[in-house]
């Protein structure tokens, strides 16, 4: 039986109202509650089963008291040996069962934590895929981290101790039965006191789950401002903020540190109600079955049998304990994870989807036109302005809005940090609406005379690749990272590392193909992480390439090979550039200008070098600067 990894099918459409929205399954966002009732739902199977493994784990526990109370009365007391060892044995072969169901037990019980974890984490990875660049809007990159991490490891807890609680309240009641057939006095005790423990303990839950939810928001900000300082580490240090960032960070962990100690004096008060309450219990059993003995209403096999249940019975209640502390965790988890699955992809689906054929790409906001199988250029005095247009072209939101910012600015309590709270709350809707009102609608973008809008997001993602300077890199191996999905040979993939001069990152690897790459490509120089994401694209061989400054980071030789190799490789295919390199504007089949947000002239390089003062300052400004040196190297 497979259990690991489960399949996760939410998510996959780029678009909202997407026909095929009913087959996935979307978990359930409305609330905490209904989303950690949707993750118990979708492992009920293995819940059952390892209720039932524990079920038979427990057994020796529920009856094992009985038997020897049968023993004591029946086999000792009467001088019966046959039945003294009969029930021996039994109790043995119990014991035996148990031990063997427990392996099984914790065994499945590891399968559920870990395919609640792999479950959550996964569902986060769709919905930042399907949110694409838009989702940093809406919630901070700490705070996803924290979600697929931390979160879902709650999430496994309570999966696995809902079989716990399930089987605690099952020998529960089998043995309230029993003690109320052996002793009605006692049986009533044990009824009324036992969910007296529980009860007592929920007037702290409360403040428990309100103490873990700021301890939970302040270590997300803390995650956040790590991640922040560290890909931005380069640039701090040269500009000297260390110490700045530094102190704030360790400000913040202060805060998380006051809030975790606030948090774990709730744990620790509902743990010592509970031991006090379980204790009482014990000693009120014991008490009165020592009563109830001395006034002959009980042999001493049952008073016996009677401490067995009383010992026994702190393992359910103990459960009852774990379960709910468990569980207020992950509502709080749920809280945060649904703020991030809860949210809608700004785009629409068409209500009729076109497919156009391949064709001229033409943008109404600025002029510009890209004919197909050629290479066009975009030339820009500000590269924000071809960059601003290359996501156009993609269908992608304005990179330069502003970003939505959830972090507390400054440490607030009770109705302040509430105030804040709402105004974030406020910020969100105001920035879902301003996504909204860019995605809807027409997009001013055409293929083949069809605007963008009209076709199926999935569609354009696929058939339009946009590849700038933020792309990343991943750890594994160099393979994995020229063709991450394993769907082309590896001629195919040499021809793209030739295309892009990137043959030297392969003969640097002592193991080739299989040489370890580092996280974001540490071990990797500047321009050759960038001439390793540029083959990767190229092997995706997309319809129509859209590359932002491609280059940059290499050295002029090594650009010059690219620039002679690349148009051959991409050969009666649609490619867009943005870059004002004369090594690339000399191989162009079209230059477009833009000045202020419009093409103000295009043709040749050498046509607009001629005719347009502004392109050449543009250029010639370019190539006046210093080029990197090394930076392919």
């Known amino acids: 039986?497979?259990?690991?990894?489960?399949?996760?099918?939410?998510?996959?459409?780029?678009?909202?109202?997407?026909?095929?929205?009913?087959?996935?399954?979307?978990?359930?966002?409305?609330?905490?509650?209904?989303?950690?009732?949707?993750?118990?739902g979708r492992q009920r199977g293995l819940i059952a089963i390892n209720a039932v493994l524990y079920l038979v784990y427990y057994l020796p526990g529920i009856l094992n008291p009985y038997l020897l109370s049968r023993i004591v009365d029946d086999g000792i007391i009467a001088g019966n040996w046959a039945v003294t060892w009969r029930l021996t044995i039994v109790m043995v072969i119990l014991i035996v069962v148990g031990v063997a169901c427990s392996a099984g037990g914790h065994?499945?019980?590891?399968?559920?934590w870990l395919v609640s974890m792999f479950r959550v984490t996964k569902l986060v990875i769709r919905k930042v895929g399907q949110m694409s660049h838009v989702v940093t809007r809406r919630v901070p990159a700490g705070e996803m981290l924290s979600v697929a991490n931390s979160d879902s490891d709650n999430f496994g807890a309570v999966v696995e101790y809902v079989s716990r609680l399930i089987v605690a309240v099952v020998s529960f009641g089998f043995v309230a039965v029993v003690v109320i057939r052996e002793n009605l006095g006692l049986g009533r005790l044990v009824l009324v006191a036992t969910p007296m423990v529980v009860i007592v303990t929920i007037p702290l839950l409360r403040p428990l789950q309100r103490a873990q939810q700021l301890e939970r928001e302040r270590a997300s900000k803390l995650t956040g401002m790590a991640v922040d300082i560290v890909s931005g580490l380069r640039i701090l240090r040269g500009i000297g903020g260390e110490r700045t960032f530094g102190d704030n960070y360790a400000k913040q962990s202060q805060s998380v540190r006051q809030a975790g100690v606030r948090a774990g004096t709730w744990w620790a008060s509902l743990d010592g109600v509970g031991a006090i309450t379980t204790g009482a219990l014990?000693?009120?059993?014991?008490?009165?079955g020592i009563r109830e003995l001395?006034?002959?209403?009980?042999?001493?096999?049952q008073l016996v049998g009677f401490f067995g249940y009383a010992i026994f019975l702190q393992r359910p209640v103990m459960i009852f304990y774990e379960f709910f502390q468990r569980w207020t965790l992950s509502l709080v988890s749920a809280a945060k994870t649904i703020a991030l699955l809860s949210q809608d992809p700004p785009w629409v689906a068409p209500d009729q989807i076109v497919s156009p054929p391949s064709g001229q790409i033409v943008d109404s906001e600025t002029g510009f036109t890209a004919e197909p199988g050629q290479l066009t250029i975009i030339v820009a005095p500000l590269p924000d302005q071809s960059a601003a247009l290359a996501d156009r072209i993609g269908r992608y939101l304005p990179a330069d809005m502003e970003s939505l910012e959830l972090s507390i600015s400054r440490e607030l309590k009770g109705k302040a940090e509430?105030?804040?709270?709402?105004?974030?709350?406020?910020?969100?809707?105001?920035?879902?609406?301003?996504?909204?009102r860019?995605?809807?609608?027409?997009?001013g973008v055409s293929l083949a005379g069809v605007d963008l809008s009209e076709m199926d997001l999935g569609e354009v993602r696929q058939r339009i690749v946009v590849s700038d300077a933020s792309t990343a890199v991943f750890q594994g191996t160099?393979?994995?990272?020229?063709?991450?999905?394993?769907?082309?040979?590896?001629?195919?993939?040499?021809?793209a590392l030739w295309a892009t001069s990137a043959e030297d990152v392969w003969e640097a690897f002592a193991d080739g193909w299989q040489g370890l790459i580092d996280e974001k490509g540490r071990g990797l120089s500047g321009g050759q992480r960038q001439?390793?994401?540029?083959?990767?694209?190229?092997?995706?061989?997309?319809?129509?390439?859209?590359?932002?400054?491609?280059?940059?980071?290499?050295?002029?030789?090594?650009?010059?090979?690219?620039?002679?190799?690349?148009?051959?490789?991409?050969?009666?295919?649609?490619?867009?550039?943005?870059t004002v390199s004369p090594l690339w504007l000399r191989r162009a089949d079209k230059v477009a200008f833009l000045l202020d947000g419009r093409v103000a002239a295009q043709g040749s390089h050498k046509e607009l070098m001629a005719t347009c003062e502004p392109y050449r300052a543009t250029v010639v400004r370019d190539g006046a600067a210093p080029q990197t040196s090394g930076g392919g190297k």
């Open 107 to 112: 065994f499945i019980g590891v399968a559920c």
């Open 531 to 578: 001439r390793m994401v540029l083959a990767r694209v190229l092997l995706m061989n997309p319809e129509i390439l859209v590359a932002v400054e491609p280059t940059s980071a290499v050295d002029a030789h090594t650009e010059a090979r690219i620039a002679e190799r690349l148009p051959a490789y991409r050969r009666g295919r649609t490619t867009i550039m943005t």
């Open 1 to 40: 039986m497979k259990l690991y990894p489960p399949p996760v099918r939410a998510y996959t459409n780029l678009a909202r109202n997407s026909a095929s929205d009913e087959t996935a399954e979307t978990p359930d966002t409305r609330s905490p509650l209904r989303f950690n009732l949707w993750m118990l």
């Open 282 to 288: 014990l000693v009120g059993l014991t008490w009165f």
């Open 294 to 301: 001395t006034q002959g209403q009980l042999t001493i096999g």
């Open 438 to 443: 860019l995605a809807c609608g027409t997009w």
């Open 418 to 436: 509430r105030k804040e709270s709402a105004k974030r709350a406020a910020a969100r809707a105001r920035q879902v609406r301003q996504d909204e």
């Open 478 to 495: 160099l393979q994995t990272l020229v063709d991450p999905h394993g769907t082309h040979t590896r001629t195919q993939a040499e021809e």
